[in-house]
């Protein structure tokens, strides 16, 4: 059962995460680097599995105590 509210949690957390990464680093190269609209998707995926792993963790720890 906590396997598939791990993974429920991860793909909402991954998809919001990788929305919110290609926007800032959209806006980022263009507004303060100048390089135009350019989007570093390296960095969007990393950030995005970064934070779709640590957050749906904290929340299934919290959930479990409480």
Known sequence: MKIKVF???FLIT???ALVAN???SLFWNYYIKDKGLIIDWETCFRMAILFA???PLTQLNNNSTG
Do not use: A, S, T
């Open 53 to 55: 792993i640590i957050i």
């Open 7 to 9: 993974i429920k949690g």
């Open 14 to 16: 991954f998809g919001i």
């Open 22 to 24: 290609i926007l800032i």
